[in-house]
Nanobody, 127 residues
Framework: QVQLVESGGGLVQAGGSLRLSCAASGRTFSSYVMGWFRQAPGKEREFVAAIRWSGGSTYYADSVKGRFTISRDNAKNTVYLQMNNLRPEDTANYYC????????????????????WGQGTQVTVSS
């Protein structure tokens, strides 16, 4: 059974940084695509970033490009989301997701491509 556990959320001032972690267990993730999504109050969940575990290819939403960095640590089976220069509009619940079957193409931005989800971690950015 795949388990994804997020941590690292919190309250930060605009311009600050946070690093989110997603600890993955229950499988060998070398063939997986891992994604980060977020959902703000009253809004739909949206794609933030994705990484192909094998090879480390990455892709970002335009809204976070240049500010956020997704990475993975093979030894720790953990995916990270380093968030710099945070803005109030980044305030949301952030979710980690995993897909075993999705190729690393345009489908990685869709929730339906991911079978496994964590419980989320809240990020609040004050102005």
């Amino acid at each position: 059974q795949v388990q994804l556990v997020e941590s690292g959320g919190g309250l930060v001032q605009a311009g600050g940084s946070l690093r989110l972690s997603c600890a993955a267990s229950g499988r060998t993730f070398s063939s997986y695509v891992m994604g980060w999504f977020r959902q703000a109050p009253g809004k739909e969940r949206e794609f933030v970033a994705a990484i192909r575990w094998s090879g480390g290819s990455t892709y970002y939403a335009d809204s976070v490009k240049g500010r956020f960095t997704i990475s993975r640590d093979n030894a720790k089976n953990t995916v990270y989301l380093q968030m710099n220069n945070l803005r109030p509009e980044d305030t949301a619940n952030y979710y980690c997701a995993a897909s075993r079957s999705c190729p690393f193409d345009s489908n990685i931005i869709f929730e339906r491509s991911y079978a496994y989800w964590g419980q989320g971690t809240q990020v609040t950015v004050s102005s």
